[in-house]
């Protein structure tokens, strides 16, 4: 089938035209040397539960804390500043890296809606966090109890230790949804998306002292729905102000975040319809 | 049916405050049209307008019919060479091409076929399947050249296309253009280099600081040009008799004779009476007339006359 005939066909069109964007994107999200601090975001906790794996015996602690432990990197390390910062990264810079390196013009000089243009894009950025992030939520979910041997793996094959790898994996992979719908529209909107990020960094981190409707506005509420070992408490001199609020069911979490990511990424689409190459300024 | 045109309808592009483009109204016919003007006149400003990587302040622009606004149908009949130097990371130049095309959303057999092709007509062949960050100056720019042809587009919009292309290159390159312009394309060249617009051009657009000075065919535009006469070379025989013949009339302000004695140089504020006079000197004179031909309707002179040597035009 020749390119006319296919471009009269606009969902075979833009299928092909997302799969060949994703191949040249996919290259650069995954593998960049602009990307160093996202390898360490990423390598730092598997590289510290990996080390806690060699210890030998159970140090006076049971698995159970190895779980709780977990928990409490998950929710503090992994979802408001691994996965958070990561996603800024990866995302807003999904096409302000290409003005730096004056290469955006190529791609908005070929025949694609713009639309198409940042989906894809967003698609390769999606694909990259989830690579680094799930997988080193997996990692450091086997590093930190792999030193129990085979009560561990008593727990991942009879016990609930499998179900719980699979809802930490698919958190992680939701905040990487959620995050990079955001990021993707901060990096759309603002040249220097740093400003916006410290809001939505602000703005998620007072989520446990915002009122119950303004909890939903956010995704780290939906994240912390999901986890298996449920909402951490607030501590700190301030966890007397913190709301307490009922976890939205998974049922409703995951729909709702995956609509609300979808909306700010079509609003995104849209915006960068609009955008123009102007790399001198 | 009109014919297809590229079309400024009272365009204004402005940078903040500083002034890009202001007011311009073109209707560009096919064939090849150069931009010329010296450095920040608006000639990129024009460009990127009409290919939509920046938008008008004020105005409207149609190429071919389709607003720069949708690129998805633009681009399927526009190639753009930008004067940018840069490239997507760890491509080699068959890749750059054939990746690009992909993302147009054609197949893989078609994408291969046509990059190879594109490849030919700048020939790059060879170099192909090097690195782009390992090529020269000349290969970027015919690399970026060869992206912009590959989908056979009906538009090309050069900028500064000749730029690093050694002689023979630029003999082929200015020979493709000439060709696709031959062809009833629409080849939009902006360049520095006045006697190669020469060359190419069937019709220039003079810039300066953000306007359109002139446009047309270069003929035209001379003849607009009332407060310069014009030059006229005459090679005869007998350039003295006929400089004291054509000295008789007002409209001519100068004629000098060549130091090889053959020729003789007039300007004249009226050439069609110039020329009606020629004849009957020549019949009553027994002149042995070689060639007369304008001694200043090309770019160069235009240029300097409207323009003038600012901008550091060669």
Same mark, same amino acid.
């Given at each position: 089938?020749?390119?006319?005939?296919?471009?009269?066909?606009?969902?075979?069109?833009?299928?092909?035209?997302?799969?060949?964007?994703?191949?040249?994107?996919?290259?650069?999200?995954?593998?960049?040397?602009?990307?160093?601090? &996202?390898?360490?975001?990423?390598?730092?906790?598997?590289?510290?539960?990996?080390?806690?794996?060699?210890?030998?015996?159970?140090?006076?602690?049971?698995?159970?804390?190895?779980?709780?432990?977990?928990?409490? &990197?998950?929710?503090?390390?992994?979802?408001?500043?691994?996965?958070?910062?990561?996603?800024?990264?990866?995302?807003?810079?999904?096409?302000?890296?290409?003005?730096?390196?004056?290469?955006?013009?190529?791609?908005?000089?070929?025949?694609?809606?713009?639309?198409?243009?940042?989906?894809?894009?967003?698609?390769?950025?999606?694909?990259?966090?989830?690579?680094?992030?799930?997988?080193?939520?997996?990692? =450091?979910?086997?590093?930190?109890?792999?030193?129990?041997?085979?009560?561990?793996?008593?727990?991942?094959?009879?016990?609930?230790?499998?179900?719980?790898?699979?809802?930490?994996?698919?958190?992680?992979?939701?905040?990487?949804?959620?995050?990079?719908?955001?990021?993707?529209?901060?990096?759309?909107?603002?040249?220097?998306?740093?400003?916006?990020?410290?809001?939505?960094?602000?703005?998620?981190?007072?989520?446990?002292?915002?009122?119950?409707?303004?909890?939903?506005?956010?995704?780290?509420?939906?994240?912390?729905?999901?986890?298996?070992?449920?909402?951490?408490?607030?501590?700190?001199?301030?966890?007397?102000?913190?709301?307490?609020?009922?976890?939205?069911?998974?049922?409703?979490?995951?729909?709702?975040?995956?609509?609300?990511?979808?909306?700010?990424?079509?609003?995104?689409?849209?915006?960068?319809?609009?955008?123009?190459?102007?790399? =001198?300024? | 049916?009109?014919?297809?045109?590229?079309?400024?309808?009272?365009?204004?592009?402005?940078?903040?405050?500083?002034?890009?483009?202001?007011?311009?109204?073109?209707?560009?016919?096919?064939?090849?049209?150069?931009?010329?003007?010296?450095?920040?006149?608006?000639?990129?400003?024009?460009?990127?307008?009409?290919?939509?990587?920046?938008?008008?302040?004020?105005?409207?622009?149609?190429?071919?019919?389709?607003?720069?606004?949708?690129?998805?149908?633009?681009?399927?009949?526009?190639?753009?060479?930008?004067?940018?130097?840069?490239?997507?990371?760890?491509?080699?130049?068959?890749?750059?091409?054939?990746?690009?095309?992909?993302?147009?959303?054609?197949?893989?057999?078609?994408?291969?076929?046509?990059?190879?092709?594109?490849?030919?007509?700048?020939?790059?062949?060879?170099?192909?399947?090097?690195?782009?960050?390992?090529?020269?100056?000349?290969?970027?720019?015919?690399?970026?050249?060869?992206?912009?042809?590959?989908?056979?587009?009906?538009?090309?919009?050069?900028?500064?296309?000749?730029?690093?292309?050694?002689?023979?290159?630029?003999?082929?390159?200015?020979?493709?253009?000439?060709?696709?312009?031959?062809?009833?394309?629409?080849?939009?060249?902006?360049?520095?280099?006045?006697?190669?617009?020469?060359? &190419?051009?069937?019709?220039?657009?003079?810039?300066?600081?953000?306007?359109?000075?002139?446009?047309?065919?270069?003929?035209?535009?001379?003849?607009?040009?009332?407060?310069?006469?014009?030059?006229?070379?005459?090679?005869?025989?007998?350039?003295?008799?006929?400089?004291?013949?054509?000295?008789?009339?007002?409209?001519?302000?100068?004629?000098?004779? =060549?130091?090889?004695?053959?020729?003789?140089?007039?300007?004249?504020?009226?050439?069609?009476?110039?020329?009606?006079?020629?004849?009957?000197?020549?019949?009553?004179?027994?002149?042995?007339?070689?060639?007369?031909?304008?001694?200043?309707?090309?770019?160069?002179?235009?240029?300097?006359?409207?323009?003038?040597?600012?901008?550091?035009?060669?």
């Amino acid at each position: 089938m020749t390119w006319n005939r296919i471009a009269t066909q606009p969902w075979m069109l833009w299928r092909r035209q997302v799969a060949a964007i994703l191949r040249l994107e996919l290259k650069k999200s995954l593998f960049s040397k602009r990307a160093w601090w &996202i390898y360490i975001l990423t390598l730092g906790p598997v590289l510290i539960t990996g080390a806690h794996s060699l210890m030998p015996g159970s140090g006076g602690h049971t698995l159970g804390d190895d779980n709780m432990i977990f928990a409490g &990197i998950f929710q503090v390390y992994f979802l408001r500043l691994g996965i958070f910062f990561g996603c800024l990264g990866i995302f807003s810079n999904l096409f302000r890296a290409e003005v730096l390196e004056r290469t955006l013009h190529y791609y908005f000089m070929s025949p694609v809606r713009r639309e198409v243009l940042a989906v894809s894009k967003y698609l390769a950025g999606l694909m990259a966090a989830i690579v680094y992030f799930a997988g080193s939520v997996v990692l =450091s979910f086997l590093f930190i109890s792999a030193h129990w041997g085979p009560v561990f793996q008593q727990y991942l094959s009879h016990g609930p230790g499998l179900h719980q790898l699979g809802w930490y994996a698919l958190t992680a992979a939701l905040a990487c949804v959620g995050y990079g719908s955001v990021f993707m529209l901060t990096g759309v909107l603002y040249r220097n998306p740093m400003i916006p990020a410290a809001v939505v960094m602000i703005w998620e981190n007072l989520n446990p002292f915002l009122p119950s409707l303004l909890k939903k506005f956010s995704v780290i509420f939906y994240l912390k729905s999901l986890c298996p070992a449920g909402e951490m408490p607030t501590d700190g001199p301030l966890a007397f102000l913190a709301t307490v609020t009922e976890p939205t069911p998974a049922w409703l979490a995951i729909p709702g975040l995956l609509i609300v990511s979808g909306l700010v990424l079509a609003y995104a689409a849209a915006k960068s319809r609009k955008l123009e190459v102007s790399y =001198s300024e | 049916m009109s014919e297809p045109r590229i079309v400024f309808d009272n365009v204004s592009r402005f940078y903040g405050e500083v002034l890009g483009v202001n007011r311009v109204n073109l209707s560009i016919p096919a064939g090849v049209t150069s931009l010329v003007g010296p450095n920040g006149s608006g000639k990129t400003t024009l460009m990127n307008l009409m290919t939509g990587l920046i938008r008008p302040t004020r105005g409207a622009i149609k190429v071919l019919g389709i607003p720069p606004e949708r690129p998805e149908e633009l681009f399927r009949k526009t190639g753009y060479c930008t004067q940018f130097d840069a490239f997507p990371k760890g491509l080699t130049g068959y890749q750059f091409i054939y990746s690009f095309l992909l993302v147009h959303g054609m197949i893989a057999s078609e994408a291969a076929r046509l990059t190879e092709e594109a490849l030919q007509r700048v020939s790059m062949t060879e170099a192909a399947n090097r690195p782009v960050a390992a090529y020269s100056k000349g290969m970027r720019q015919r690399i970026k050249l060869a992206q912009a042809i590959a989908h056979r587009p009906t538009v090309l919009v050069l900028d500064e296309p000749l730029n690093g292309l050694d002689p023979m290159a630029r003999a082929e390159t200015i020979a493709l253009f000439r060709q696709w312009g031959e062809e009833g394309r629409h080849v939009i060249v902006s360049s520095h280099i006045l006697h190669e617009v020469d060359r &190419i051009s069937d019709q220039v657009i003079l810039l300066s600081h953000g306007y359109v000075v002139a446009e047309g065919q270069i003929q035209g535009v001379r003849s607009e040009v009332k407060d310069q006469p014009m030059q006229i070379l005459v090679r005869c025989d007998k350039p003295g008799l006929l400089a004291s013949r054509l000295f008789e009339q007002d409209h001519v302000v100068e004629a000098k004779v =060549s130091e090889d004695g053959r020729g003789l140089l007039v300007r004249t504020r009226d050439a069609d009476s110039l020329y009606l006079l020629l004849n009957r000197i020549v019949l009553d004179n027994g002149l042995e007339v070689e060639a007369v031909a304008p001694a200043d309707d090309d770019v160069n002179s235009v240029y300097q006359y409207l323009i003038g040597t600012e901008g550091g035009a060669t």
